[in-house]
Nanobody
C-alpha cells in the first residue's frame, strides 16, 4: 500500500515562506516521479511542480523563481519550498507520486496566505 503524508502547511502573511514536506511509503521512492498540486476553493486541482527520479524539475509559470521542489531519497521525502508567497497561492496542497504507471495522492495540507 502506498502512502503519501504531507505536512508543513499553515497560515502565513504575503511575502513569507513555508516549506511543505511529503513522506512516501510503500514505493521504491528513488525511482518515483514526485509532484505537488494545489486546489483553491471552488477551483480544479492544478499542477505546481514536478521532480523526476533523476532530479529534473519543472514548475508551473506562476511559481517559477519562488518555489523549489527538492527531494531526499534517503528519507523518502519530497518538499516544496515556497518563498515570496502571495494570497493567490492559498490552496490545499497535495503530494503526488507516479510509480510504475500508477498515480497516488496524499490527503493534502492547507496553505493560507493573507495580504
Amino acid at each position: 500500500q502506498v502512502y503519501l503524508v504531507e505536512s508543513g502547511g499553515g497560515p502565513v502573511q504575503a511575502g513569507g515562506s513555508l516549506r511543505l514536506s511529503c513522506v512516501a511509503s510503500g514505493i521504491n521512492f528513488k525511482i518515483a516521479t514526485m509532484a505537488w498540486y494545489r486546489q483553491a476553493p471552488g477551483k480544479q486541482r492544478d499542477y505546481v511542480a514536478t521532480i523526476s527520479a533523476g532530479g529534473l524539475t519543472n514548475y508551473t509559470d506562476s511559481v517559477k523563481g519562488r518555489f523549489t521542489i527538492p527531494r531526499n531519497n534517503a528519507w523518502n521525502r519530497v518538499s516544496l519550498q515556497m518563498n515570496d508567497l502571495k494570497p493567490e497561492d492559498t490552496a490545499l496542497y497535495y503530494c503526488h507520486s507516479y510509480y510504475y504507471g500508477a498515480d497516488r495522492w496524499g490527503r493534502g495540507t492547507q496553505v493560507t496566505v493573507s495580504s
